[in-house]
């Protein structure tokens, strides 16, 4: 028997963000690495219990291993008691038969028994893809208060950028939402999607549905150029994303590692480096996450450098995300500034696949999206 939990959280963490290429080819778009230490998981779940969620589903689903592996039992969270806490919820066989995630609102329908156990009134779907800090409970207040059955967070943004913001921060009354989802299901023209379906059903249908104004950050970080942005973002020192904030703080599951080493000849500039990294060259604006290595006489500008990577000596990157376990070798050189570049249409983030090793004196253009091995290139034929 488990106690009752006025308000459950259910992340859909299952999607596999093809827009960002080789960084989600071996994990799901949540398990990406941000901001020096974190995963994009780290918000939606930090925001949970700063909310005062206990029980919360994370729904996976494309390429789960690296994410069920970073939750774990949710103890970096405070997610690990033994009646809530968070739960992994990937897709499972039933009586009838196995069945993939259809559509997110398929997803919720599927984990039904897992909401009931609880006996919630209201119930959070987020999306596990989105970096910004939120309280769910002043959403959910909102929604009790207009005696709502669906309170949508909406975010004001110039008219140009909508079609690329979709927030998918929902509120439900639970009794609500799990009538529409039997009747979504029982229609087999669905696509069995929030967006698509549930929502206009209850517009259709006269339910009572607000719009809840969100104001602070938020970043739909499922490109290659938003990423990137967004981590960048972190260098400003007048940013609305606050990560020292102590009365909202994300928390993350970090290796334990030694404090960071910069060498007697490395030059820091506004960058984050996180524990772990050894760096004895120029790094300036960028963000170095834990256990990266810049050697002697490498440059890295304007670039985010993953977990474990390494920048060998004389390698210059600019402009770049060099991901997790990847060797940039000696003197080669990834991505450009986009004023060296003539054609500014060529101009773009150079990305390099985790665990790829780009060989010395090899050349990776601006916009580039590396995921096999670079030989080296012969001292002759370097430029």
């Known amino acids: 028997m488990f106690p009752k939990q006025e308000t459950v959280a259910m992340i859909l963490a299952g999607g596999q963000g093809s827009r960002l290429g080789v960084l989600t080819s071996k994990l799901a778009k949540p ?3 941000y901001g020096g230490k974190y995963r994009i998981i780290d918000f939606p779940l930090s925001n ?15 390429q789960p291993l690296v994410l069920n592996e970073y939750i774990g039992n949710g103890q970096p969270w405070d997610l690990d008691s033994m009646n809530s806490g968070v739960q992994v919820l990937p ?4 009586s009838r038969g196995a069945d993939w995630y259809k559509g997110t609102a398929n997803a919720i329908y599927q984990n039904m028994n897992y909401i009931d156990r609880y006996d919630p009134d209201y119930v959070v779907v987020l999306s596990g893809d989105h970096i910004y800090k939120m309280d769910y409970s002043k959403m959910v207040a909102y929604h009790k208060e207009k005696e709502a059955a669906c309170t949508i967070a909406v975010i004001d943004v110039p008219l140009a950028e909508a079609s690329r913001f979709g927030m998918g921060i929902y509120v439900f009354s639970w009794n609500k939402l799990k009538e529409y989802l039997i009747a979504d ?5 669905s696509s069995n ?5 549930v929502l206009p059903a209850m517009l259709n249908a006269g339910e009572r549905m607000f719009a809840y104004e969100f104001q602070g950050y938020w970043k739909d970080v499922g490109t290659i150029d938003s990423l990137w942005e967004s981590n960048m ?3 400003d020192p007048n940013t609305t994303l606050d990560l020292s904030d102590e009365n909202w703080k994300i928390y993350s599951r970090n290796p334990v590692m030694p404090p960071q080493y910069v060498g007697e000849e490395a030059v820091i500039q506004n960058s984050l480096v996180a ?4 760096v004895y060259g120029n790094v300036d604006f960028s963000v170095l996450f834990a256990g990266v290595n810049v050697a002697p006489g490498a440059v890295v500008k304007d670039s985010i450098i993953m977990p474990g990577a390494r920048v060998e000596e004389g390698a210059v990157v600019q402009y770049a995300i060099v991901a997790e376990n990847a060797v940039v070798g000696e003197n080669a050189v990834v991505g450009a500034r986009p004023e060296e570049i003539e054609q500014k249409d060529e101009w773009g983030v150079a990305v390099i696949g985790d665990n790829i090793k780009i060989g010395a004196g090899a050349v990776v253009p601006p916009k580039a999206m590396i995921d096999k091995d670079i030989p080296e290139v012969a001292k002759d034929a370097r430029k």
């Open 91 to 94: 897709p499972y066989q039933r």
């Open 185 to 189: 299901e029982k229609d087999k023209s």
């Open 193 to 197: 999607d929030f967006g698509k379906n």
């Open 31 to 33: 398990a990406v690495a």
């Open 48 to 62: 949970c219990v700063n909310s005062g969620i206990e029980a919360v589903g994370v729904l996976t689903q494309y």
């Open 275 to 278: 524990d772990g990294c050894n």
């Open 233 to 235: 973002d972190l260098l």
